[in-house]
């Protein structure tokens, strides 16, 4: 018997919390594909899956998982498509998933820029609850260094609209971004932005440099010096004790030295505890090797 296959293209990422999510196609590769340290996209360039391609993959999720609730569209930023693109997507994902409960997918805090809070609305009401956005940092030293395209006034207006139109966003934030010497300031930063918004979930990543990356030629002309592994768990720490929202932590993460989860502000005493005791208890030279065997996000 010869099964249908979906049609994908490149690499494909989700985030964790989307693993029982029905995945689908819509880009492949980024549409900026300039931020200095990322590598998740090396190698494929942006493309947009025409209509067809999508219809033709809903076909056979009909076929094989005709009651999926939840779908998850890949690539790394498909909320670059135009609103009315996005609505032709939401329309046929209604016509072929009838009981769909909702979709959600990645996006660059520049994606929301040109969408109206009505449209954003309208998104909404045909079943978008959820969008991921890779702010990194909310330090503007830091954001243009690492070539983001977007400064902390742009996350505050753009994530201030998903609010204003009831669309649930989570947050990635990249510890160690700054680059020695830059933790706390990075760290004072960001909790200051996201003390004036609402986002579901704080998921938090460590930097870790592959060749693939800019970053890691910058590293060796020794124009970027790498965050100590201490100061990052000392970023981490900051960053936690300045949030007053309330809000779900996730850093379990194969790149966090010392992983984390928990909901603020109830587990906030807690967790500042285990960074107390991790800074106090692993040395540099420890936390270093334990970066150092990470060949893969």
């Not at 590769?29 to 067809?52: A, D, E, N, Q």
């Not at 986002?199 to 124009?223: A, K, M, R, W």
């Amino acid at each position: 018997m010869i099964y249908p296959e979906l049609h994908f293209t490149g690499q494909v990422w989700r985030p964790p919390y989307e693993a029982n999510s029905q995945l689908l196609q819509l880009t492949s590769g980024c549409t900026w594909h300039k931020c200095r340290f990322c590598s998740l996209y090396h190698g494929t360039p942006f493309r947009v899956s025409p209509l067809s391609e999508v219809e033709a993959d809903l076909k056979v999720i009909r076929q094989w998982q005709p009651r999926a609730r939840r779908v998850y569209l890949t690539g790394a930023n498909p909320f670059a498509l135009s609103y009315d693109k996005l609505m032709d997507v939401a329309i046929l994902l209604r016509k072929y998933l009838t009981h769909m409960v909702s979709f959600g997918m990645f996006a660059r805090v520049t994606d929301i820029a040109p969408k109206s809070v009505a449209e954003l609305k309208n998104l909404r009401h045909m079943k978008l609850d959820s969008i991921n956005i890779g702010i990194e940092t909310a330090h503007d030293p830091t954001l243009d260094r690492m070539d983001k395209g977007y400064h902390a006034s742009d996350i505050l207006e753009q994530l201030s609209k998903l609010d204003e139109a009831g669309i649930r966003y989570n947050v990635f934030y990249l510890n160690g971004l700054g680059g020695k010497g830059n933790g706390e300031v990075s760290a004072i930063a960001t909790a200051d932005v996201l003390n004036r918004l609402h986002p579901c979930i704080i998921n938090i990543v460590s930097l870790t440099v592959f060749p693939e990356s800019q970053l890691h030629q910058d590293v060796l002309d020794g124009t970027y010096i790498e965050e100590p592994e201490i100061e990052r768990l000392m970023e981490m720490r900051t960053l936690i004790d300045r949030l007053d929202i309330k809000v779900n932590l996730l850093g379990h993460h194969i790149s966090n030295t010392v992983p984390i989860t928990g909901a603020l502000p109830g587990d906030k005493a807690a967790i500042l505890r285990e960074f107390d005791e991790a800074i106090a208890r692993f040395p540099e030279t420890e936390l270093k090797a334990y970066r150092n065997r990470i060949w893969h996000l």
